[in-house]
């Protein structure tokens, strides 16, 4: 069973800091993530207290199959994303 779900106001828990963009950028060149997240000031590696809600949906009975191809995974890609959309806009 897949559980769609969606939460509101998790973007708000970290932010990124700016700047040495070029060295950034080399970073990103070379595959390795250039972003530095930040949380609390006083211990930056954990998240903001703020207020996040989540919407949980209707699990999904998805099939088991051994070998899907791509149509078929974008089928329920497309079904589960439409679920997803759903609790969005509720």
């Not at 080399?26 to 930056?44: D, E, M, Q, Y």
């Amino acid at each position: 069973t897949l559980v769609p779900a969606y939460c509101f106001g998790e973007a708000a828990t970290y932010s990124n800091l700016q700047g040495a963009w070029k060295f950034r950028m080399w970073l990103n060149k070379l595959g390795l993530p250039a972003i530095v997240p930040f949380g609390r000031w006083w211990c930056p590696l954990l998240p903001r207290n703020n207020d996040m809600h989540v919407v949980v949906g209707k699990g999904m009975l998805l099939p088991t199959i051994a070998s899907p191809t791509k149509e078929q995974v974008d089928e329920w890609h497309g079904k589960y994303m439409g679920e997803v959309t759903a609790l969005f806009d509720r």
